[in-house]
């Protein structure tokens, strides 16, 4: 049962360079969610999905971007790196329902130098 | 808009009862939930409101009032275990997306 997977856990990033963070969920979920969790902030929606080839922008969509081609995937893609990005990251998925229970990936930790 | 309250950190001794509240004002009500983080781990599903009353699940409850904006998770039989951070959330206006307050960090002594 692989649930939510990200990839990668760890990375260092010079300014300005780009990268893309991979999230796949195999729970075949309509919604999926990208969140970042810096110290006393909590976690913060960056962008989120709510089915194939729709996506949409949380409390903080700037500098980021995010594509759904498939059910499966929800990459984040940061394109021109800055430290302030410096962050964990967090992918989750969530069913039809009402419960609206999150999965969430491991989280990817990120540093921006 | 949204925003969730919440204290930051509460300490409480082992076989204790602590109660953490959280305020929210939303525009349209679509749920309260309750997550636990442990230090360096995913958040992970505690319980979900959407009426008022109170819902019981072990050594956990949680309580909604709709009308005060107002949810507490009332943790019983405290263990050194339940030293986490304590986050909650609601959904947004659409219903598409959680929305989650600052959390607050319990700290279990023995």
């Known amino acids: 049962n692989a649930g939510v997977t990200q990839t990668p856990k760890f990375q260092v990033l010079k300014t300005g360079q780009s990268m893309t963070l991979q999230c796949a969920q195999d729970?075949?979920?309509?919604?999926m969610s990208w969140y970042r969790q810096d110290p006393g902030m909590g976690l913060r929606l960056i962008h989120y999905?709510?089915?194939?080839?729709?996506?949409d922008q949380g409390e903080v969509p700037n500098g980021y971007n995010v594509s759904r081609s498939t059910t499966e995937d929800f990459p984040l893609r940061l394109l021109s790196a800055a430290p302030s990005q410096t962050s964990v990251y967090f992918c989750?998925?969530?069913?039809?329902?009402?419960?609206?229970?999150?999965?969430f990936g491991e989280g990817s930790r990120l540093t921006v130098l | 808009g949204q925003n969730i309250d919440q204290p930051t950190e509460m300490t409480a001794t082992e076989g204790a009862i602590v109660q953490i509240n959280c305020t929210y004002q939303t525009s349209g009500f679509n749920g309260l939930f309750w997550y636990q983080q442990h230090a360096g781990e995913a958040p992970t599903f505690l319980s979900y409101?959407?009426?008022?009353g109170l819902e019981e699940k072990g050594r956990f409850s949680s309580f909604l009032s709709r009308s005060k904006g107002y949810s507490y998770l009332l943790l019983k039989e405290l263990q050194m275990k339940d030293s986490a951070s304590y986050l909650c959330a609601s959904r947004n206006q659409a219903g598409t997306a959680l929305i989650f307050g600052k959390g607050t960090t319990l700290s279990v002594s023995s």
């Open positions: 409101n959407v009426l008022d």
């Open positions: 989750a998925s969530r069913g039809r329902g009402n419960t609206g229970e999150l999965f």
């Open positions: 999905s709510v089915g194939a080839g729709i996506t």
């Open positions: 729970m075949n979920h309509e919604y």
